[in-house]
């Protein structure tokens, strides 16, 4: 149905710069809402942003306001998740997701589909 294959992690310094890439295939027009989530070992899963095909409305977690920003390139199927200023507390492995349109998009339960993850490191 859809397939999502991350890229665009790595190590960095605190205060740097990634960004992350999301290129989704298939029946994405059944998908209109893609959420980016990271898990930290041994922490739960948590909500980092989110976007919609369509329209292009964002959200984000209180935790990366101001720092993080989620984009789409529509032509491409393709979605992108710009982190700055980057904290050793960001490290995680990061995953996009991809949902239908969707009321409650911080649930991670709420999305069908999953990339399979890409490391962010985070050094002091």
């Known amino acids: 149905q859809v397939q999502l294959v991350e890229s665009g992690g790595g190590l960095v310094q605190a205060g740097g710069s990634l960004r992350l890439s999301c290129a989704a295939s298939?029946?994405?027009?059944?998908?209109?809402?893609m959420g980016w989530f990271r898990q930290a070992p041994g922490k739960e899963r948590e909500f980092v942003a989110a976007?919609?095909?369509?329209?292009?409305?964002?959200y984000y977690a209180d935790s990366v306001k101001g720092r993080f920003t989620t984009s789409r390139d529509n032509a491409k199927n393709t979605v992108y998740l710009q982190m700055n200023s980057l904290k050793p507390e960001d490290t995680a492995v990061y995953y996009c997701?991809?949902?239908?349109?969707?009321?409650?998009?911080?649930?991670?339960?709420?999305?069908?589909?999953w990339g399979q993850g890409t490391q962010v490191t985070v050094s002091s």
């Open positions: 298939g029946r994405t027009f059944s998908r209109n809402t």
């Open positions: 976007i919609s095909w369509s329209g292009g409305s964002t």
């Open positions: 997701a991809a949902g239908k349109g969707l009321l409650r998009l911080s649930v991670s339960q709420n999305y069908d589909y």
